[in-house]
């Protein structure tokens, strides 16, 4: 039987041949079963895996949970004997959230965290899979019969595979996974491996496959070296003031090219073995050494393309490989200096990074450029191990996360939710708040980055990452919302004063959301602005959007706002001019970029709904009314005009990817939770507080509770009788084009959105 392993916020599963409960493990072949089944309807999994083992207690010990036994059966017998109907739906809502409650608490891990699937790209698992068997890293036989379970179970009905789990077929995604079944042992004439290969094979092969992926499998032996655009490595001793360095460039950008351009400077590739022979035969059209490779350095398969190229960027590339293929005087010093540089830059993002690296692509990379520089050495053997970090299992079978986790994340929302719903946690779940708190203090970074600047860091202590105080990246929103969960907290009544954050602690996290603020008034994620947009020219990624430099957005300037703004209540006296000025000039930058039907586009989540909610609760804490802010009452319109019929709101991935709104067929719970706190928030910031009996209420308003009263009733009826809620379509989004999971937000957010509706309009009972 597979366990989860947690240790103060790392993650991951481990095979133990002894096994578990025979009903548990019953229950996990009964998810697996119904999602195999399922798989074209729903390809998103429940993570039933996680959810399942949870409730067994003997297999997965309590953490010092509370008795609610009693508490629950009361409102039970509260709700048989109510007659009246308003008394009945407050009786109603406070039954859900404590259900809800009750049921959350038990997927939150001994350190506080709440785990969970952080997958959904198609590309991450066969980068590791490739870059294992490169580096002759085992995977074991369990963890293999796994991902293969994975790879089938996304495999669409054409034979291919996705830029991610609810996408169309692609290039990238259906040759990555086809060289990754591959290389997990299934044989060639296996049904799945030959109509994956059909499907690549009727595309003229392999040979449009995007840039990425001709990297991948250059290395491997699959795809000549003169078929890449150039990833000249000396891009990284040029001059810091260029703004086109790679320093400057969005972080994420900049650390997947950097190991990137090491491979391609040192051309390294693996040796070549009897699989990679046979797949030179199964991957293209012609024989592997007839084929024209520089003339495939753009070709790039219909499906794939997100991004057109300009032709500009083609005239770079055509210099650059130039610069390649002639013999120029003085190339192989800078060469060899551009190599000692990226090599470096690579090691020491290892070491900042307890060898988790910033993301899943370039911890692969990373490990692979660490092998040809020496395979022997103790930095690459420090690698392997944390590979687990990005592995997670559900129902559908063993994936690569798209990091490390989501603990800080999940748990700073989670921790607001629980907070807003009053005595239901504070009188009976304190154990889950007290447990909240100390994932936040655990999770807080501590410490800057030693020399930040040779490294292209911005500071980092007092910052929250994303997931875990080793991962360290700090990031503006996560630590806005850490600020937040802690000051929640620690007002709730349930924390010990002795374990309250010091005000040095707190007032770091202040400083870096300070120094983070762009000259736009916005805040982008990870680091400030260090370009300019008209990089995107030179975009080398044909699958991602906007990826170049770090852009402000919606979402993180709303959670800088709210940060701020929550700490200036709690510490008036502090830098006040600096907050005061930081969350005017960010809620200007809110107002500058709602576009003209009231909307605000989301950059990290489905979208229309995501960001309008966060532009509304950026300008609510930044002190705008309803009367006297005009993008208020827009966005209240904007998000009753996608109500559906049932009182739900339902968006479709592609609004992402089209930059328009796109209807979902069926409502979605989470978006509805963000449409429905958006109204309250907005509404709620109404000079005069309203109710349903004023004689003043302004029509729209009537309009709106109704809107919400709607979206409530569809959260209530859509909660299933264990408290949790459906899995849905996914709600994450990367880069404009690629989704990503979010498994813990069907929780959150009907939680806290209930909550704050509870809170906010009806009485305290």
């Not at 009903?23 to 429940?46: C, D, G, M, P």
């Not at 991902?147 to 789990?165: S, V």
């Not at 959007?545 to 700490?567: P, R």
């Amino acid at each position: 039987m597979w366990k989860i392993v947690c240790d103060r916020g790392r993650q991951w599963w481990e095979w133990h041949p002894e096994g578990g409960p025979e009903e548990l493990i019953e229950k996990v072949e009964e998810a697996r079963t119904h999602f195999e089944k399922n798989k074209y309807k729903q390809k998103h999994s429940s993570d039933q895996v996680l959810r399942t083992t949870a409730l067994y207690r003997p297999f997965n010990e309590a953490y010092g949970m509370d008795d609610v036994t009693d508490y629950m059966k009361s409102l039970d017998k509260r709700l048989a004997q109510e007659d009246d109907g308003e008394k009945r739906h407050k009786t109603l809502l406070e039954r859900s959230l404590a259900r809800s409650v009750q049921y959350y608490r038990t997927l939150q891990m001994s350190d506080g965290h709440w785990p969970g699937d952080y997958g959904g790209p198609m590309f991450l698992l066969p980068g590791l899979i490739i870059v294992c068997y490169i580096t002759e890293t085992e995977l074991d036989h369990e963890t293999r019969k796994e991902m293969k379970r994975y790879l089938f179970n996304h495999q669409n009905e054409d034979g291919g595979w996705g830029l991610h789990i609810e996408a169309p077929s692609s290039m990238f995604g259906t040759a990555m996974n086809y060289v990754a079944l591959r290389i997990l042992g299934v044989d060639r004439d296996d049904s799945s491996a030959v109509a994956a290969r059909n499907w690549i094979l009727q595309r003229g092969g392999a040979l449009g496959i995007p840039s990425w992926g001709k990297l991948y499998l250059a290395v491997l032996g699959l795809y000549h070296w003169d078929g890449l655009n150039p990833l000249t490595p000396e891009m990284w001793i040029l001059p810091y003031w260029l703004p086109i360095h790679p320093g400057r460039f969005w972080c994420h950008c900049r650390i997947v090219y950097l190991p990137m351009s090491y491979l391609y400077g040192r051309r390294a590739t693996a040796k070549e073995t009897e699989l990679i022979r046979e797949l030179k035969e199964e991957l293209y059209l012609d024989k592997f050494e007839e084929i024209d490779w520089n003339a495939q350095r753009e070709n790039c398969c219909k499906e794939d393309i997100y991004t057109k190229r300009p032709k500009i960027q083609s005239w770079l590339w055509t210099i650059l490989s130039w610069y390649e293929k002639f013999p120029i005087p003085g190339k192989s010093f800078f060469r060899r200096r551009a190599l000692e540089e990226t090599i470096l830059q690579v090691k020491k993002e290892d070491e900042h990074t307890n060898f988790i690296c910033i993301g899943p692509v370039n911890k692969v990379l990373n490990m692979l450029c660490c092998y040809f520089d020496d395979p022997r050495s103790e930095h690459f053997q420090k690698h392997i191990p944390r590979l687990k970090d990005y592995l997670w299992l559900a129902e559908d079978g063993m994936k690569m996360q798209g990091y490390n986790g989501s603990q800080l994340w999940d748990t700073a929302f989670a921790a607001q939710a629980l907070c807003e719903a009053g005595s239901i946690t504070r009188h009976h779940f304190p154990s889950t708040l007290q447990l909240a708190h100390h994932y936040l203090d655990i999770a807080q970074v501590r410490e800057d980055i030693p020399q930040g600047e040779r490294y292209y860091r911005h500071i980092s202590k007092g910052a929250w990452p994303f997931s875990t105080r080793d991962h360290g990246w700090p990031i503006s929103d996560c630590t806005a919302e850490g600020l937040k969960a802690v000051l929640s907290l620690e007002a709730c009544g349930s924390i010990p004063k002795e374990q309250f954050f010091s005000h040095e602690r707190l007032f770091d996290a202040v400083h870096v959301s300070l120094s983070l603020q762009n000259k736009d008034g916005g805040w982008a994620t990870y680091e400030n602005t260090r370009s300019y947009s008209w990089l995107e020219w030179i975009n080398p990624s044909e699958v991602f959007g906007d990826i170049m430099i770090d852009y402000s957005c919606v979402e993180c300037t709303s959670s800088s706002i709210q940060g701020l703004a929550a700490f200036r209540a709690r510490h008036p006296g502090h830098r006040r001019a600096q907050v005061d000025t930081a969350i005017e000039r960010g809620a200007q930058f809110i107002e500058s970029i709602q576009r003209a039907d009231g909307s605000w586009y989301g950059s990290w989540g489905v979208c229309f709904t995501y960001g309008t909610w966060f532009g509304v609760e950026g300008l609510v804490a930044a002190g705008r009314t309803f009367e006297s802010c005009e993008c208020l009452p827009k966005a209240c319109h904007f998000l009753c005009s996608k109500q559906k019929s049932d009182g739900s709101w339902g968006e479709s991935y592609l609004s992402c990817t089209e930059k328009v709104w796109m209807e979902a067929e069926q409502g979605q719970v989470v978006q509805t939770a963000w449409a429905v706190m958006a109204l309250i928030k907005a509404i709620g910031a109404s000079h005069s507080m309203w109710n349903e009996t004023e004689e003043n209420v302004h029509a729209s308003h009537q309009v709106f509770h109704s809107s919400i009263r709607k979206g409530i009733d569809f959260l209530l009826s859509s909660q299933q009788e264990n408290g949790d809620w459906p899995q849905q379509r996914i709600s994450g989004v990367f880069n404009r084009n690629c989704m990503i999971s979010y498994s813990n937000y069907r929780n959150i957010f009907p939680m806290w959105a209930i909550a704050l509706y509870r809170s906010r309009f009806l009485e305290e009972i």
